[in-house]
């Protein structure tokens, strides 16, 4: 089978949208199918395109058996609403106008949102080359626009939206969701149940695997006797981090204690405000580090973080973030109530707290560094559930057979 995905972000990008694209796609192409990702040129997440791609309008490499065709985009950093727009809008506007005839006629399109700008490129694709289309859904945009506040829910831009994102719901072969409770969601908005399928992230335990916390960067910061509790991921505004800070000023008297936050976004130069205003002197933020590190950052950590704002809306999520820190057992200390509350707590290998409660993040950090054996223990048996319900060849395999069928149907 031809399968054209059609993603903004693929590695050498960091984060959870190129990570899942990748490893899906690689995974697909080793079972001996055909598999081509139309992506951007990379920049993420800090908008500079490196010279090896700077001023080229298509670049074709291959990645593990995955051809990769890159067309051109503005890039931008991720910050600032109207430069992210037009980035959204350059890449699905240069993939189909572009990228598209650099790419082998398929037999399934798949396109992957957010943006729901690369998803509508991906229905344009599909059309043009007369392809079913599938459309992958990790974020239900408009509606976490208005959950983390950037706008109304009835503003024009939300309501437009909302018109774009029922469109391709009712044009889509297949739904393929990331949870449950997304699932739930568009049935009850009145979409066919029997075209919506959910394949949950999940992880490479090959990549993501227990490793000792004595590590270079343990050792780079200088924290080697320390109990290190750590956040990675985007700094945006759905992710309370201002919690975290919060809560390591109120352990600022202990000597044994730090916090690591590794990420970009567009609340990272507020927070590194904060931090040095306040003189929060136990907080280190890193930035962003390559794919291929992240593992060592995990392994750096004594506990991680999975933080979001309380929002109905994020009772739905399930950060993949999840089963990498499960997989090279840390423990987890998750403030995102719902289905990802069900299933960390269900694995055994983290707690939860209330998003946004300083206090009982504090409580809880605390019983994990004067009884440090109740963490590991957590760890290892996060590790094992991940192991047995989440690697992520077991969902690419199921992910290929929605293809098969979504192809076979006449």
């Not at 089978?1 to 697909?28: D, H, K």
């Given at each position: ?38 992506t951007a040129m990379p920049n993420h997440p800090s ?364």
């Open positions: 089978m031809r399968i054209l995905f059609l993603s903004q972000y693929f590695p050498p990008e960091p984060g959870a949208p190129a990570a899942r694209v990748s490893e899906l796609a690689t995974a697909w192409a080793r079972a001996g199918e055909q598999v081509t990702v139309l908008g500079v395109v490196p010279a090896g791609y700077r001023g080229r309008r298509v670049v074709r490499e291959s990645r593990e058996g995955v051809d990769v065709v890159r067309t051109w985009i503005y890039a931008a950093p991720n910050s600032g609403r109207v430069r992210r727009s037009l980035a959204y809008a350059s890449f699905a506007a240069s993939a189909v106008v572009s990228g598209l005839w650099h790419t082998p006629q398929p037999d399934v399109v798949i396109a992957t949102s957010p943006q729901l700008l690369c998803a509508c490129a991906g229905r344009l694709a599909a059309l043009l080359r007369r392809a079913p289309f599938i459309f992958e859904v990790r974020d239900l945009w408009p509606e976490s626009i208005v959950a983390v506040g950037a706008l109304p829910a009835r503003h024009p831009v939300v309501r437009a939206l909302t018109v774009v994102e029922e469109s391709l719901y009712r044009s889509a072969r297949a739904i393929v969701v990331v949870t449950d409770s997304f699932r739930e969601r568009l049935v009850g908005r009145g979409f066919s149940a029997d075209k919506i399928h959910v394949v949950k992230n999940g992880v490479d335990l090959g990549r993501f695997a227990p490793a000792p916390r004595d590590t270079p960067l343990r050792r780079e910061l200088g924290w080697q006797d320390m109990f290190v509790v750590g956040y990675v991921g985007t700094h945006g505004m759905a992710h309370a981090l201002d919690t975290v800070l919060d809560a390591a000023k109120r352990l600022g008297q202990r000597p044994d204690v730090r916090f690591l936050l590794v990420g970009d976004g567009a609340e990272r130069s507020r927070l590194e405000q904060r931090v040095s205003t306040e003189r929060i002197e136990n907080v280190r933020l890193l930035g962003s580090v390559a794919r291929d590190r992240i593992s060592e950052v995990y392994a750096t950590l004594d506990a991680a973080l999975v933080t979001l704002r309380r929002s109905e809306l994020f009772t739905s999520v399930l950060p993949s973030k999840i089963f990498e820190i499960a997989a090279m057992a840390r423990p987890i200390l998750l403030s995102v109530d719902g289905e990802a509350r069900a299933l960390v707590e269900a694995s055994g290998g983290g707690v939860f707290v209330p998003p946004e409660d300083v206090g009982a993040m504090v409580d809880a950090l605390v019983h994990w560094i004067e009884e440090p054996a109740v963490g590991i223990r957590m760890g290892l048996a996060g590790r094992s559930y991940v192991a047995a319900h989440f690697d992520r060849e077991s969902l690419a395999r199921a992910y290929l057979e929605i293809l098969r069928r979504s192809v076979s149907v006449a």
